[in-house]
């Protein structure tokens, strides 16, 4: 940590970034670290590649600053929620610290504060401020409430603990506007986003007896739904509470038809290691990866299905 500070107080054009089409974690915490950036008077830029964000994370103060071009006078990057180098959607060419919790992050940074046992980003950013005596204003406690309701699965996730409720506590205490990030975040939903639901569950298919539920979504199903990619997330995760369901399978076809792949699990079948089969990563319960070569959706099923069998 003493490292990462005399890197920030050295540094005279700071960048901080969300990863690849970002969430709630990756965009909390580089709101926080924006803020805390600005309190210490340094120059501070927020870049993201993803020019359209999801509006449900209005919610999250500063977005309005974010950037899809990176600035040529950056001399430190911050990378933040982003466990490879590639979903930072750009090569950086100046020092670079990396915060993260994925328990697959490869260490990328020149800096790295990775705590795989926290369960967001977030948590492990307001660990870092709590811990060298930072003020956390509410503008900040708001955006690290944001990440932690995500990340948490609003707090259903078994990583959720008594440390979880009492960090909440403390952000509430700060200044968090945590009403406004539940009902902006949890309850907020789109026309398009219900649309895409519909088409969701009228295919969904369920295999290796009906403990997986498969999700195929095609580019053209996609574009005739008006929805972002983030909102086949819901559809997902609703289909663990079907009964013998253990695994969530998501393949969505891009526009340049390669296949962008989510899992969930709910039964502590660990995800993040077969998306990390197939070059992906993530968590034991939550995971995601991207199939380059493969542009049929059957095709992309059936290699993926054989990998979660083995597991059930």
């Not at 915490?29 to 805390?36: E, L």
């Not at 020149?110 to 795989?116: F, H, Q, T």
Request: net charge neutral; charged share 25%.
């Amino acid at each position: 940590m003493n490292e990462i500070l005399e890197k920030i107080a050295t540094s005279e054009h700071i960048v901080v970034i969300s990863h690849i089409n970002p969430d709630a974690d990756s965009l909390g915490s580089a709101s926080a670290m924006y803020t805390f950036l600005l309190q210490n008077h340094k120059k501070v830029s927020w870049f993201c590649s993803t020019k359209n964000l999801n509006r449900k994370f209005l919610c999250i103060p500063w977005l309005e600053n974010i950037k899809d071009t990176f600035p040529k006078s950056a001399d430190l990057a911050i990378s933040l929620d982003c466990a490879d180098k590639k979903r930072l959607g750009i090569e950086i060419e100046c020092d670079l610290i990396n915060i993260d919790h994925h328990t697959t992050n490869s260490l990328y940074g020149d800096l790295n504060l990775v705590k795989v046992e926290a369960i967001s980003t977030t948590e492990v950013l307001y660990s870092f401020f709590k811990t060298n005596g930072f003020k956390v204003n509410k503008k900040m406690a708001t955006a690290l409430y944001a990440g932690l309701l995500d990340d948490s699965e609003v707090f259903l996730s078994p990583m959720v603990d008594g440390t979880t409720f009492a960090t909440v506590q403390e952000l509430i205490e700060h200044g968090a506007d945590f009403k406004l990030c539940n009902r902006s975040i949890v309850k907020s939903v789109s026309l398009a986003a219900l649309r895409l639901k519909a088409i969701m569950f009228k295919k969904m298919s369920l295999e290796c007896d009906a403990r997986v539920a498969l999700f195929c979504v095609s580019n053209e199903e996609m574009r005739a739904s008006g929805a972002m990619s983030e909102d086949c997330e819901n559809p997902l995760e609703e289909s663990l509470n079907l009964g013998y369901v253990k695994v969530a399978l998501l393949l969505r076809q891009n526009s340049d038809f390669t296949i962008k792949g989510s899992l969930r699990s709910n039964c502590g079948i660990d995800v993040g290691k077969i998306a990390k089969k197939i070059g992906g990563g993530g968590h034991t319960n939550r995971a995601g990866f991207e199939l380059i070569d493969i542009v049929s959706l059957e095709e992309a099923k059936n290699k993926i299905l054989i990998l979660i069998k083995k597991d059930l």
